[in-house]
């Protein structure tokens, strides 16, 4: 019998073989529906000459139809011969109605071979089955199909996502995913004991990745001049695997295709500006999940910045991370930017945050970030909560610290300059320095911790401290952690760190946050001192959550636990309030550490982001600009001697 339809696709094909037409090889090989016509003529041909029964005659057909390469003009190869079977048996059997089989059908068509023959050379002779990834891999005319592959990846992907939101329909499947990266058979003997199961969405991005891999090996062009080949398809492959990485939440996964960019792919700026801008979209959203705020800032900023005014529901998902991120580091959106349509959705949330934050209030924080406020709900559903909810709180008790230095702290009265030269400084009072008491603070933290307990109750919930967490009475000691002999463990740990009572050698950095043993007694201490007084419950959680702003850049002083206050160090040398000095502003906190990294913003670029391939970071092949967070890079073992051999 005649197939007509066939022999008019099979000749198409041969041409855009012949001239290496990507893009027109696409739009013949279509799966997506609803097709044209012609396709469904080709499905009743093939159905009624080349049944399931009769694959091998309709592979003759193909190899005689279509004339082999010969390195000079375009043809086909034999992997490509056995991805066309397939792609005419994907037309002949699949039912568009059944949507998991559908998914299945074309996930075998995009990457049906086991990861053996994946990496084994073909040595001219045909696989015994072969897919879409396979012929993308071939050195000469794999490039031909990169579009193929981009245009079947994104159909997988939607279906995945698709399928997932009905999981009634994918109950039977899921729990055949094995968790082998490379693995897309399904069959219940590749998952035991021990596998980790993947989600339907976590394995499709597996086979989306497994084709990033192969264009990111490409040679066929430096990685400094704009892409060829292959390499045109890393970024459009990286973004389909990361969308399915964060529906499924998975940030392993994810990390490893950044790493992989990171470590060999071409600066992003050589890309369109989708590809650009979706990428650093998901590189924010990975790095704001991970609580890298600063680094996250600096490419939402550079995506927001990218992103057409037009594109407004893309600029608004942009914008809500943007405006978390910033809302994490102390930088506040301005009532301009909350203005815009695409900030509509998290105005409303962020702006009480806004308040809470800059008055301390502790109390209105931690009600709108406790489920089911409808503002931790809404975190919780971006999988950001706790990650908000911990930044926001440092920068909130912060700002609770310095309203207790501005209500109750000893700010000592500036002397004049005359008098100062004349070594007569005036007061005592005038030599000291600014200070504000630790028990002071922790009765506001209680005053507002009195608030909340009634939100929480109404709700059902444990009324026990909310803000820095149980009160100590007496010295607790996990039964975990018990000694025998409970003060030679702990000089046993004093030695073996090198702390020494004196407060000298590493010992001496803990100096800088608490200045020596407690001393209960009367007398006073700087600007009046506590001592004598009765210590709050809260006093000593208090404490140790000044101690912890103070390592972290937020306080600028240290802690007397002899007088029981915090002292504000530098006011009178840097000639500032002690109010700017003792609290510097967490953005530039933040800005300054990341700085210290090697993390520079430069226009729309940032410099020594993990992650973010940029033209310097790419000096060197496979360039990712050293190893950074994610470990790896190369080690140079020249002039490496084995263990024991001596110098010279």
């Keep these: ?142 490039s031909v199909v990169l579009e193929t ?18 999981p009634e329909l994918t109950a039977a499947l899921t729990p055949r995913l094995s968790s082998f990266p490379d693995t897309t058979s399904t069959s219940a ?42 390499k045109r398809g890393i970024y459009a492959l990286a973004n389909l695997s990361l969308k399915l990485f964060a529906h499924s939440h998975n940030l392993r996964l994810a990390e490893q295709v950044f790493h992989s960019i990171h470590s060999s792919a071409p600066p992003l700026y050589l890309y369109p500006a989708a590809q650009r801008v979706t990428y650093l979209f998901y590189l924010g959203h990975y790095l704001l999940s991970c609580s890298y ?25 942009i914008a809500t991370h943007l405006i978390l991120a910033g809302v994490c580091l102390g930088r ?14 998290v105005r409303g949330h962020v702006e009480p945050l806004y308040r809470a934050v800059k008055l301390g209030d502790l109390a209105d924080l931690r009600v709108r970030l406790a489920l089911p406020h409808p503002t931790a709900t809404s975190l919780l559903r971006m999988r950001l909560l706790f990650q908000v909810r911990d930044a926001l709180e440092d920068i ?20 004049s300059s005359a008098s100062a030269s004349q070594g007569q400084g005036g007061s005592g009072g005038s030599r000291a320095a600014p200070t504000v008491g630790v028990n002071e603070v922790a009765v506001l933290v209680g005053g507002l911790e009195g608030r909340v307990r009634g939100y929480l109750e109404a709700l059902g919930e444990e009324t026990r401290e909310v803000f820095v967490g149980q009160v100590f009475e007496g010295e607790f000691v996990d039964e975990d952690l018990r000694d025998d002999d409970e003060e030679e463990g702990v000089e046993g740990l004093e030695g073996g760190f090198g702390v020494q009572g004196s407060g000298e050698g590493q010992g001496g950095m803990l100096r ?12 006073g201490g700087p600007g009046g001192g506590t001592r ?86 790419n000096g060197a092949p496979g360039g990712g600009g050293g190893r950074g967070k994610f470990g790896g890079g190369v080690i140079n073992l020249k002039g490496a001697r084995p263990v024991g051999q001596p110098v010279g």
């Design 189 to 230: 003997s590749s998952s035991g004991p021990g596998t980790e199961r993947l989600t339907l969405s976590e394995s499709s991005a597996n086979t989306i990745r497994d084709a990033f891999r192969r264009c990111l090996a490409d040679r066929s062009s430096p990685s400094s001049q704009p892409p060829t080949g292959k």
């Design 512 to 523: 800088q946050s608490i200045e020596g043993p407690e001393q209960v007694g009367d007398g």
């Design 293 to 317: 705020f600063y680094r996250s800032f600096l490419v939402l900023s550079a995506a927001y910045s990218q992103t057409h005014r037009q594109a407004t529901h893309q600029r608004g998902k």
């Design 396 to 415: 909130c008790f912060r700002s609770l610290a310095r309203r207790a230095f501005l209500l109750v702290g000893h700010q000592p009265a500036p002397t």
């Design 149 to 166: 592959t981009i245009i079947y990846s994104r159909l997988l992907s939607k279906l995945s996502i698709g399928l997932e939101k009905h």
């Design 1 to 142: 019998m005649s197939t007509p339809t066939l022999n008019q696709f099979l000749h198409e094909i041969a041409q855009i073989l012949r001239t290496k037409d990507g893009p027109r090889l696409q739009d013949v090989l279509a799966v997506e529906p609803p097709l044209p016509p012609i396709y469904h003529t080709l499905a009743t041909e093939l159905r009624q000459i080349y049944p399931e029964q009769k694959t091998k005659p309709l592979e003759e057909k193909c190899e005689t139809s279509l004339p082999q390469e010969d390195g000079d003009t375009g043809g086909s190869w034999p992997a490509f011969i056995s991805f066309l079977v397939q792609y005419f048996s994907f037309l002949r059997d699949v039912n568009p109605s059944h949507l998991v089989d559908t998914h299945e059908k074309l996930k075998s068509l995009l990457k049906s071979v086991p990861h053996f023959l994946l990496t084994a050379p073909l040595n001219n002779t045909k696989p015994p089955f072969s897919s879409c990834i396979l012929a993308l891999s071939d050195s000469s005319m794999g």
């Design 332 to 345: 506040f959106a301005t009532p301009l930017f909350l203005s815009r349509p695409e900030s509509q959705g």
């Design 532 to 617: 004598g007084q009765a210590l709050h419950p809260l006093y000593y959680a208090t404490e140790s959550r000044l101690a912890s702003l103070i390592h972290q850049g937020l306080l600028h002083g240290y802690l007397s636990r002899k007088h029981r206050r915090f002292v504000v160090l530098g006011a009178k040398a840097k000639g500032r309030p002690a109010k700017e000095v003792g609290w510097p502003a967490p953005w530039e906190v933040f800005k300054r550490e990341g700085e210290s990294e090697g993390v520079i913003a430069d226009g729309l670029l940032a410099r020594g982001v993990e992650g973010w391939v940029t033209e310097e970071s």
